[in-house]
């Protein structure tokens, strides 16, 4: 990070951000270009490491990517605010942000789903305890992304 002191270290602050924060953005390799996509996500912190879930159709560029080019690039942004000043180059902005890579994984295991379902529900509505139609489980594509480096800065 070329900016050291904007680093976040502090798992803690970290954490905090990221569940408050709505919406993930990953970004496939795709033959040579970058496909970006936001998602509503849901985590959990497990063994010192983030895993973020989201879901989406069985079908399209976003599942088949998944499948064929798994190693992924996210971001989450927030805490937006203008910082003015009497000149345009003088003008800044205060954020919160964090970036990282990944492998993604397709959950089959209905278990799993169920869980990585409920933490997408906990990030929208602060309830975890949900149930799902065994014929939704099926009919849904539940991602799983294993976080393998993440940094955070703020200024």
């Not at 954490?15 to 496939?28: C, G, N």
């Not at 497990?46 to 989201?54: A, M, R, T």
């Not at 003015?84 to 993604?104: D, H, M, R």
């Not at 209905?110 to 149930?131: F, H, P, V, Y």
Request: proline share 1%; glycine share 6%; net charge neutral.
């Amino acid at each position: 990070m070329r900016r050291s002191d904007r680093e976040i270290t502090d798992k803690n602050r970290i954490e905090k951000f990221i569940a408050k924060e709505q919406i993930l953005r990953v970004a496939f390799h795709d033959n040579g270009d970058i496909y970006i996509v936001p998602v509503n996500y849901g985590y959990l912190f497990e063994n010192d490491k983030y895993l973020f879930y989201f879901h989406g159709a069985k079908e399209g560029r976003k599942y088949e990517l998944s499948k064929s080019e798994p190693k992924v690039g996210f971001e989450i942004d927030g805490e937006y605010r203008l910082l003015e000043s009497e000149n345009a180059c003088s003008f800044s902005a205060a954020f919160q942000s964090v970036i990282g890579t990944g492998v993604l994984h397709l959950v089959e295991d209905r278990e799993e789903k169920r869980k990585g379902l409920n933490a997408i529900m906990k990030q929208c509505t602060n309830k975890s305890d949900w149930t799902y139609q065994d014929k939704m489980l099926e009919a849904v594509a539940v991602y799983k992304l294993c976080v393998e480096k993440i940094s955070c800065k703020a200024k």
